[in-house]
C-alpha cells in the first residue's frame, strides 16, 4: 500500500528565514505533485515533479525529487506572509492521487 | 475556460438524510475523481471515473456512498442514510486523457455537514 508522508506538519516560519518541507513516500512512484491550501478553499497546483532529479522553482518555492530514496522537498527562501497555507504532496498510486497529511505553515514577522 | 464547479458548496443535513453532490469537470475531460477531505487531513480518494464508467471504487467507504456519471461528464456522489462521520469537504477533480499521470484540476469542494 502506498504511503505518504510529511513532516513536519506544523511550521512557524519567522519573515526572511529559509525552511524545508519533506515528503517521503512509501513505493516507487515516478510523479509527485505539490498543491498549497488556503483555510476554506480548494487545491491549487505549484509543481509537478516528473523524473529523478527533478527541480522545479517558482518564487520563494523551489521543489526537487528524488525517486531512489522515494522523497521530495519543498523549499522556501525569505519566507514571506503571503506563504502562510497548507501544502499538500500527492503521489501517483494506481491511477489516482494518494496525499501526504500536509503541513501547516504559519510565516510571522 | 472554466474550471472544476461544484454543488452546492455547502451543505448541512441531519443524521439519517439522503445527500447528492454535484461536480461539473472542466470540459472535454474524460476523467472524473471524487476524493474526501477530512478536516485536518489530507483527501482521500474515494472513486475515479473514465467515460461513464466507474474504472476504480476503492476508496468508497461503503456501501451508502454510490456515484454515477451516466454522460460521461457531471457525475453526482450519493450519499445515503448520512452518518455524523461523513462529514468532511468532498472534492472532485478532472483530467484530460485516459492516462493516470495526467494532472488532476480540483473544484472548490462541497463542505457537508451532518448534524
Known amino acids: 500500500e502506498l504511503k505518504v508522508e510529511q513532516n513536519p506538519l506544523f511550521l512557524s516560519m519567522q519573515e526572511g528565514k529559509n525552511y524545508t518541507i519533506y515528503c517521503n513516500y512509501s513505493?516507487?512512484?515516478?510523479?509527485l505533485y505539490w498543491y498549497r491550501q488556503d483555510p476554506g478553499k480548494s487545491l491549487e497546483s505549484l509543481f509537478v515533479l516528473l523524473s529523478n532529479g527533478a527541480v522545479k522553482q517558482e518564487g520563494r518555492l523551489m521543489a526537487s525529487l528524488d525517486t531512489k530514496a522515494r522523497l521530495s522537498t519543498l523549499h522556501i527562501t525569505a519566507a514571506v506572509h503571503d506563504l502562510s497555507a497548507t501544502y499538500f504532496c500527492a503521489v501517483v498510486g494506481r491511477g489516482k492521487l494518494i496525499f501526504g497529511q500536509g503541513t501547516e505553515l504559519s510565516v510571522k514577522p | 475556460g472554466a474550471g472544476v464547479s461544484q454543488t452546492p458548496s455547502n451543505k448541512v443535513t441531519e443524521k439519517g438524510k439522503y445527500v447528492e453532490l454535484r461536480c461539473d469537470p472542466i470540459?472535454?475531460?474524460?476523467?472524473l475523481y471524487w476524493y474526501r477531505q477530512s478536516l485536518g487531513q489530507g483527501p482521500e480518494f474515494l472513486i475515479y471515473?473514465?467515460?461513464?464508467?466507474?474504472?476504480?471504487d476503492s476508496g468508497l467507504p461503503n456501501d451508502r456512498f454510490f456515484a454515477v456519471r451516466p454522460e460521461g461528464s457531471v457525475s453526482t456522489l450519493k450519499i445515503q442514510r448520512t452518518e455524523r462521520g461523513d462529514s468532511a469537504v468532498y472534492l472532485c477533480a478532472s483530467s484530460s486523457g485516459q492516462s493516470s499521470y495526467n494532472e488532476q484540476f480540483f473544484g472548490p469542494g462541497t463542505r457537508l455537514t451532518v448534524l
Open positions: 471515473f473514465q467515460g461513464t464508467g466507474a474504472a476504480d
Open positions: 513505493t516507487t512512484s515516478d510523479r
Open positions: 470540459s472535454g475531460h474524460t476523467a
